[in-house]
Structure formats: structure tokens, C-alpha cells
């Protein structure tokens, strides 16, 4: 037994389960099936496997505990709280799910130290757990077993290995050989709809051993039989799959097995029945001081390896390497700046990703952190340079990942290597694909991730692959997502700002919207980064100002251009380049209102992309040049010539609307 003789293993698990049904009915809301089920599981990991210390949630070398199915969350609550750490408390666990609580209806990382990451959406915690273990074993490759040896842990649901996403990070995670993971799946054979036989057909464990994994089961109720399968799934070279079979909400007289236990509040009946089949004689939210002191026993057991590791840490070599790359810090240093005065004495005609390119020859060389890769699309977004070679099942120590063709996969795996700490990751595909790995940069900009997109081939610029491959709506979609700063660079200046901006950027993720054709340089003063407040003017009006012109990317050029077409006949037109719009919101109404003008001045916007949302800018009385339509298979200059995006077409209609 790993625990005290006087209080046994159901015991401890019985107290999850009477805090999770508990919780759940105060506040009418919530999950109480999955815990319930799991309570046992649960009680072997945190009592015999998982490293933690509560009093340290932070510690470098702890396990990550993942919690997948986030639907459960009151399972990680209670273990929190059972196990010592400071929150949450008894009374937040009474607010369960109310604006006060931390207890969110689903783990929420940046609310409870000990939630590793937010989950909910099915599928992602599981795949974010896969970059975690990414970050363990490249971390391990360069500081050591001293420093980094510890696993990842997961607890999914039949929901989570339903979704796409499964598919990816397990592919993923088998070909990577990732054997410090491992993934207790809580097979209960049920979902909302019912029976899982209502949906699905598929031999789960045989999917995941043609993968690459391990694969072990276990009856979830029989702790002997828990323990001696995550003693085999710890052992296995490869990525684990523990099937748990368990009984949703377990203890439930009536409604054990069955979906009703899913998503709702047992009942008060159905409650007390529960305490009379578990012999759980206690009030609601009473953990009996016996019960509480083995869980506080639990918790207590990870200050020792903690201590020992901090006594390795302290005479380490790398330790001030390892703790600045942990912190997030970037070192000291000069190198964007240097490269950006070599860029400036001759700026190069190229496209932005291009210029991406280069601009991260520089910073992948000066930031040993930045770990990058690509959806199967290297040579096209241009994201490998020389400092970064493949990471492989061989070679965990390289900085570059082949995802293959897995952007949500990668997005997810990005934000797990964010999480984790030590390592800021960057992935590419092209901008339209972004559709693919919505959800993850969803939870990027939720978390808090510093997670940086490089999003290529931004426009109809890139040409004859058509109206499938062609952006339109997608910048203006992922600028109304909070907390994400879309960047769009006009020139290869611009693009190493942005890139400076990203990098520096910790408390949220970055998209770098980059073209594929080249484009003309437009800037030679890096003194100050002009994107740092998302908005510049690159030309001022050089007759009277009755225009303002607005763009962004590629269009910067055209509205240079559009410009000098206007100056021609008198009227003086400013060139606003407005890289990202999330900072130049965040800016004084007075640098704004200098900027755009005062109303009799004529605001104008380009950008080759939906018109919509642009009105912000321009005013209902402005103007804004677009496409509010699908686009075409053509060459790069007939779709341009197309879709009115010329100064010949934009000038006359300007002139016309000016009177």
C-alpha cells in the first residue's frame, strides 16, 4: 500500500468523488461522471507515479499532469486541494464554477498553479501534452538527466481520442518515440449521446500500436491492477496508452454506466445514495481530518526529490542558462539589432517570408530556445535555417520539427512546449490553413502561450493554386481573436521587426502573415522599431494632406504608388503602414488621431483581403480597396489587375470621391 494502513485506497479515492458530486451540485453545473470514474486511477498516479510538490508547483523537473478531458475538472480540483496546494481552497471548491472561483468549469492554466494547461476542447490537452514531452526530451538532450528527467502524464477521455486531433498527436508522439509520456484513457464506453457503440466502431488500442505505442489495459477499479499497469506503461521505451476501464460516475446507484452522469448534477437522491454505497458518512465538502492527513502525506513526498534536485541544480554548469531559458528571459544581446543595421545598408527586394527567413538566420543562431518546424511546408514557408537541425527519435537535441501534414497537431504541440517552459516554439504553414489550427490558437491566445505562426503565401498574391489557397477572410478573423497580434510586414525592415516584436512578446502568441511574392524595400531607418506601435507613417504628404492611406503587407507598396499618383495632381497623401493593428489599438487617441487625421481628411484602406472591419479606421465615409469574395486561379499580376488592387484602378476612384 502506498498509503497509511489506517485509511485505504478507496478511502482516499472516495473523497474525489464525494467533493466532485458535491461541488457540481451546489453549483447545478458540471461534470461529476468523469471523476468519479477516474477517483481510483487518479489516486494510484498522484500516490505512487506522479512527481510533484504543491509547495513548488513551478519546480522545473516536476511531471506535467494533464488533464484532457477538462470536461472532469473537478477531478483536478480535489487533487489539488487534497494534495496541499495552496489553492484551491475548501471555498473555492464550494464556488465550483461561480466568477469567484478559480474552479473554473474547465481547468484554466493561468488560474491554478498545478493546471499545466487549459483544456476543454477535446483532444488538445492530450496533444499538447505531446509537446510538452517534446520540451522534456529536448531539454534533457542539452542540460542532462540532473536537471530534466521527468514524464508527462495525461488523463483523456473517449471524446479526446475521437477528435482529429488524436490522430495527429499520437502519430506525432509515436514517430517522435516519446516514451516519457503516457496517457490513462478512462474507457467508460460512454459519451453525451449514450453508448460509445452509438458512434464509433474503431479497435482503439490497435490504432495506437500501429503508431508506434505501447498499449496496456487495466480494470480502473482494482488498484493493484492500476498500479502494475503504469509500472509497465513508466518501463515501455515508447509512448503509453493505459485503457482504464472504468464506470461513469462510479458509486451512483442508478446512474453509474449510464450518460446521465455526464454532465449534470447527480440530485440530491441520487447523492445520497452515492454516500451510502461508498460509505462516505460525511456532510457535504467534509474530508474527514484522517482522510485529509494521508493526502497532505501524498503531497509531502515530493519536497525530498525537489530538495535533491535543487542540490544538483546549485552546482550545475548550465544552471544560469537553465533557469534564464525556464524564466522565459532573453538574453542579453544585440544580434536583431546588429543584423537589422546590415539589412538597412542595402534592404533586399524579396518576398516577407523570405525576409522571415533571414531575419530568423539571426535569431535562431543568438536564441538557443527557438524551436521551429513546419506542416510539410519547409521549403515554402521558409522556417529552417542553418542553426536548427531536424529533432529527431534519434536526435532530440535539434531545434527543427517535421510535423508532416498536422497543423492542428503542430499548433497544439507548439502550445505544449510553451507551457512547458524552456523552449519558445514557431511553426509554418500557409495563412489560409490557419482554418486547421484555429482551435489551437485559440487556446494560445486564451493560455497566455508564447507561441509565434508563420503564416505564408498571405494574399491572392501567391497566384495559380486559386481561390482554395488564397486568403481572405482570415487576417481579419484572426485579429478579432483576443490577445493574438497579427503581424503583416511590408518590407524585409518590417519583417525583422515583427519578428523582434514576437519574440519579445511573452504573455500571448504572435501570427506573422508573410507573402510569397517579393516585395520592393520600402524603409532604411531602424534606429527605433517603427511596428512597435502597430502603425507608422512611412510617407507624408508632400502637398496639402487631404488623404490618408492605409495598408498593410504587400499593399504598402501599392499605396506608395496610389500616393505618388495623387501627389502628381496636387493632392498630398500620407502612407500609414499599419503592420498590426492590435498595437496601434493600443495606443494613445492622440498618436491615433495624428496618424488617421482629423474628419475632413479622406481615409483610405488596402489591403488584399475582406474590406470588412476596415471601417474602423477609415470611418463609414472612407474608403476601402479589398476583396470581398473568393479568389482566382491566375498569375500574380492578372489577379492583381483583377481585383482592382493597381494604383491605376485605386487612384481615379480616389480623385473621383475627393471631387
Known amino acids: 500500500m502506498a498509503v497509511s494502513e489506517k485509511i485505504s485506497e ?87 464554477r461561480q466568477l469567484s472561483s478559480p474552479c473554473a468549469g474547465h481547468p484554466e492554466n493561468f488560474k491554478l498553479e498545478g493546471v499545466e494547461a487549459t483544456t476543454g476542447p477535446l483532444g488538445q490537452g492530450f496533444a499538447m501534452a505531446v509537446g510538452m514531452a517534446i520540451a522534456e526530451r529536448h531539454l534533457n538532450a542539452h542540460f542532462g538527466d540532473d536537471l530534466v528527467d521527468h514524464k508527462t502524464w495525461v488523463i483523456a477521455g473517449d471524446g479526446c481520442l475521437m477528435e482529429a486531433i488524436n490522430h495527429e498527436a499520437v502519430g506525432l508522439a509515436g514517430h517522435l518515440q516519446l516514451g516519457r509520456l503516457n496517457v490513462l484513457w478512462d474507457d467508460n464506453g460512454i459519451t453525451i449521446d449514450g453508448g460509445t457503440e452509438l458512434s464509433t466502431s474503431e479497435d482503439i488500442p490497435a490504432r495506437y500500436r500501429a503508431s508506434g505505442w505501447h498499449v496496456v489495459s487495466c480494470d480502473g477499479h482494482d488498484f493493484d491492477d492500476i498500479r502494475k499497469a503504469l509500472k509497465e506503461a513508466e518501463a515501455d521505451p515508447r509512448p503509453s496508452l493505459v485503457a482504464c476501464k472504468t464506470v461513469i460516475g462510479y458509486g451512483a446507484p442508478t446512474k453509474q454506466g449510464t450518460s446521465a452522469t455526464h454532465g449534470a448534477p447527480l440530485g440530491d437522491e441520487e447523492i445520497a445514495g452515492t454516500r451510502d454505497a461508498l460509505g462516505w458518512d460525511h456532510e457535504p465538502f467534509v474530508v474527514p481530518d484522517d482522510v485529509r492527513g494521508a493526502w497532505l502525506a501524498l503531497g509531502e513526498k515530493g519536497a525530498v526529490a525537489h530538495e535533491a534536485w535543487n542540490t544538483r541544480l546549485s552546482s550545475h554548469g548550465d544552471k544560469a542558462e537553465f533557469e534564464r531559458r525556464m524564466s522565459g528571459a532573453l538574453p542579453d544581446g544585440s544580434a536583431m539589432q546588429d543584423y537589422l543595421n546590415g539589412l538597412a545598408k542595402d534592404p533586399p527586394k524579396v518576398a516577407t517570408r523570405k525576409a522571415s527567413e533571414m531575419a530568423l538566420g539571426a535569431i535562431t543562431a543568438a536564441l538557443p530556445e527557438m524551436v521551429g518546424g513546419s506542416a510539410d511546408l519547409t521549403g515554402s514557408n521558409n522556417t529552417k535555417t542553418s542553426s536548427t537541425k531536424p529533432l529527431t527519435k534519434d536526435d532530440y537535441s535539434g531545434r527543427y520539427i517535421y510535423y508532416g501534414i498536422r497543423e492542428f497537431g503542430m499548433a497544439a504541440a507548439m502550445n505544449g512546449m510553451a507551457l512547458h517552459g524552456g523552449i519558445i516554439p514557431y511553426g509554418g504553414t500557409f495563412l489560409v490553413f490557419t482554418d486547421y489550427c484555429r482551435g489551437a490558437m485559440r487556446l494560445s491566445a486564451i493560455q497566455n502561450t508564447r507561441a509565434i505562426y508563420v503564416m505564408t503565401h498571405d494574399s491572392i498574391g501567391l497566384g495559380e493554386d486559386g481561390p482554395t489557397h488564397q486568403p481572405i477572410e482570415h487576417l481579419q478573423s484572426l485579429r478579432a481573436m483576443p490577445n493574438m497580434q497579427v503581424f503583416r510586414p511590408a518590407d524585409a525592415i518590417e519583417t525583422a521587426e515583427c519578428w523582434a516584436l514576437a519574440i519579445k512578446r511573452s504573455e500571448g502568441p504572435s501570427t506573422l502573415a508573410l507573402t510569397r511574392q517579393g516585395l520592393p524595400p520600402l524603409r532604411h531607418d ?57 498595437l496601434f489599438d493600443a495606443q494613445s487617441d492622440a498618436y491615433k488621431s495624428e496618424l488617421l487625421g482629423d474628419s475632413g481628411i479622406l481615409r483610405v484602406s488596402i489591403e488584399a483581403g475582406t474590406t470588412f472591419g476596415w471601417e474602423r479606421y477609415t470611418g463609414l465615409d472612407g474608403m476601402r480597396f479589398g476583396i470581398d469574395s473568393f479568389g482566382a486561379s491566375a498569375p500574380i499580376k492578372d489577379l492583381f489587375e483583377h481585383f482592382g488592387l493597381t494604383a491605376d484602378a485605386i487612384t481615379p476612384q480616389i480623385m473621383t470621391k475627393l471631387g
Open 10 to 96: 478507496k478511502t482516499m479515492a472516495n473523497a474525489i468523488r464525494a467533493l466532485s458530486m458535491d461541488a457540481v451540485q451546489a453549483a447545478n453545473s458540471g461534470h461529476p461522471g468523469m471523476p468519479m470514474g477516474m477517483a481510483d486511477v487518479a489516486t494510484v498516479l498522484f500516490s505512487d507515479f506522479l512527481k510533484y510538490d504543491p509547495k513548488a508547483p513551478k519546480w522545473a523537473d516536476r511531471d506535467r499532469f494533464v488533464l484532457s478531458a477538462g470536461h472532469g475538472s473537478m477531478l483536478i480540483y480535489s487533487l489539488l486541494h487534497l494534495t496541499g496546494y495552496e489553492r484551491p481552497t475548501l471555498q473555492d471548491i464550494k464556488d465550483f
Open 526 to 582: 531602424v534606429s527605433v522599431n517603427h511596428c512597435e506601435k502597430g502603425a507608422y507613417c512611412i510617407k507624408p504628404a508632400e502637398n496639402e494632406k487631404r488623404v490618408v492611406l492605409i495598408a498593410t503587407g504587400s499593399e504598402v507598396s501599392l499605396a506608395m504608388d496610389v500616393a505618388a499618383g495623387l501627389e502628381a495632381n496636387g493632392v498630398g497623401a500620407d502612407v500609414i503602414s499599419m503592420p498590426c493593428t492590435e
